[in-house]
């Protein structure tokens, strides 16, 4: 059967990602190799001191996507996108959109960009034992109440992105469980109703009165069908009509659900690294911590197995920031070198360096780095007096930066709760280059690092699989649909650790940790003034 025959008869699945710069749609066959993709590029708005999307921007950005995706369809294939056979909807994880009986959004979206909710954050996590995270949907909606907005009396449900955009294709208030371990912690196949009962007592004594399990959306796990397109929801997707109503969609998921999917990092001891402007990693984990750390999130993969996420604010945008400036050098000593293979050629003298660096150190942080302590970041580097700098003790060192955070969390997985991981899933722009990220965080974790060389197109490829498993996943688990059906064949570069890399990423590690006392001092000086 051709692509075009599997179009018509609905044998392919769409998955719609909402990123935080593009919305991203992905169009699979029965192969789960996408066949048709579209796009549409936003940005989120600073208003208010708080960051957001508008109505607007969402429903017009995904009719544009869906558009593109179309368009896509038919010039390559000739076929009218009509109709699939399941579909589904991702989106950038936490923040929250609070919505009264009439369906008016009470204050604009609220991103999870938005550190506002350190109050409420440290409240919660006190009041639970556990860490919630200020991005959490329970963060901002409890800092609403501490805030005395006026309108949370008027609050009848709260949604994520995700969410909302599923409300209104299907009318059905749900969210996968992945996403609802955002909004919420959650225990076995829904929220922790324990933690419900203590905050609500936590809220009504703050003067919210409404119960929590009247407001969150229902938990749905990997699997679950019952959600359809609706007339009006196929018109919102696609106001040309050409799209019908009647597609299942599988329950609404967060990026990290679905970059989980998408690296086939859904079985326990197996967790995926996620690096660009900022790097976590997700290891899926056998048991849950037995203590509570504020560097840890705990989430859940969509099918519910019980995830350790540690995301750090910063990754690449220094170390890009430097190798800008080494192609301006380039180009004004006049030569000619295009930007991958400039990355190529300094990532490339980087690993030929010393592993300890020759005693140089560096820090990137642009911003705050919560995981490290760090306030205000300023990236910074220094070196020892018997150091030697050269151009790829000085790049490893940044390289190094990039994951250092990162492994002050992990060690706290690996060393104090003896987690194991039997692998990681790199993904993202920092593993562009072969053979240079993925073996230093693979020395920083002492853990495998593969890196896949046929995937799909990112989440919304995982929330396409996701909809595929929906429709015919049958008895079968999740991880085991994934690596029977999708992931048998896929090709990847693994990079194992090296024990001389191990032990001079341990010596920059040394350094640096001894060092961040300095990074928060700058951090606090104003030189603005």
């Known amino acids: 059967m051709t692509v075009a025959e599997k179009i018509r008869s609905g044998r392919t699945f769409i998955g719609i990602e ?18 048709a993709q579209g796009s549409h590029e936003w940005e989120n708005r600073f208003e208010n001191g708080l960051w957001t999307y508008s109505l607007d921007d969402i429903k017009t950005g995904m009719q544009s996507c869906f558009a593109a995706l179309s368009a896509d369809v038919s010039d390559k294939y000739d076929v009218a996108l009509e109709t ?5 909807i991702s989106a950038m994880m936490h923040g929250i959109m609070p919505f009264d009986k009439d369906g008016r959004l009470l204050c604009p979206f609220r991103t999870w960009r938005n550190t506002n909710t350190g109050a409420a954050a440290a409240e919660l996590s006190q009041c639970l034992s556990l860490n919630i995270p200020m991005r959490w949907s329970i963060s901002h909606l409890y800092q609403l109440v501490l805030d005395n907005e006026p309108f949370t009396k008027d609050i009848s449900y709260i949604t994520t992105l995700a969410v909302y955009i599923h409300y209104l294709l299907t009318g059905r208030l749900e969210a996968g469980i992945g996403e609802a371990s955002g909004m919420f912690p959650v225990k076995g196949n829904s929220y922790d109703t324990a933690a419900v009962e203590r905050t609500e007592q936590l809220l009504a004594a703050k003067g919210f009165s409404q119960k929590l399990s009247d407001i969150l959306p229902q938990v749905r796990t990997a699997g679950e069908s019952g959600a359809v397109l609706t007339e009006a929801g196929a018109l919102l997707l696609d106001p040309t009509g050409t799209f019908k109503a009647g597609v299942p969609l599988c329950p609404p998921e967060g990026d990290a659900g679905t970059g989980m999917t998408a690296t086939n990092s859904v079985r326990a001891g197996t967790g995926n690294i996620s690096a660009g402007t900022s790097i976590f990693s997700m290891l899926v984990m056998d048991r849950l911590p037995e203590n509570a750390y504020p560097e840890i999130d705990i989430v859940t993969t969509p099918d519910g197995a019980p995830v350790a996420m540690v995301h750090c604010n910063n990754c690449c945008s220094e170390i890009d920031a430097w190798v800008r400036m080494f192609g ?18 300094l990532y490339g003298m980087a690993m030929k360096a010393s592993p300890d660096c020759e005693g140089v150190t560096a820090y990137n942080f642009l911003s705050g780095e919560p995981v490290a302590g760090v306030e205000n970041g300023r990236p910074m580097y220094f070196r020892t007096p018997d150091s030697k700098l050269t151009l790829g003790s000085f790049m490893r060192a940044q390289l190094y930066s990039t994951a250092a955070a990162l492994k002050n969390g992990m060690d706290i997985l690996f060393e104090r709760e003896k987690m194991t991981a039997e692998r990681f899933t790199g993904h993202g722009g920092l593993f562009k280059v072969k053979n240079a990220a993925a073996q230093i965080i693979a020395d920083a974790l002492n853990t495998p690092v593969s890196v896949m060389t046929t995937a799909g197109e990112g989440g919304a490829w995982g929330m396409a699989l996701l909809a595929e498993y929906m429709i015919n996943g049958g008895e079968c688990s999740l991880p085991d649909w ?3 059906e999708t992931f048998c064949d896929m090709q990847s570069v693994t990079n194992m650790p090296d024990k001389a890399g191990s032990e001079g990423f341990a010596s920059f590690m040394n350094r640096f940790n001894k060092g961040l006392d300095a990074e928060k001092l700058l951090g606090k000086e104003n030189f603005d003034a």
């Open 18 to 35: 909402f990123g935080s710069t593009r919305i991203k749609a992905v169009m699979t066959d029965d192969t789960h190799s996408p066949v």
């Open 84 to 88: 699939c056979g399941a579909m589904g």
């Open 328 to 345: 301006e050098f380039a180009e004004a000593a006049g030569i000619e070198k295009d930007r991958s293979a400039l990355y190529e050629m």
């Open 482 to 484: 994934l690596d029977r």
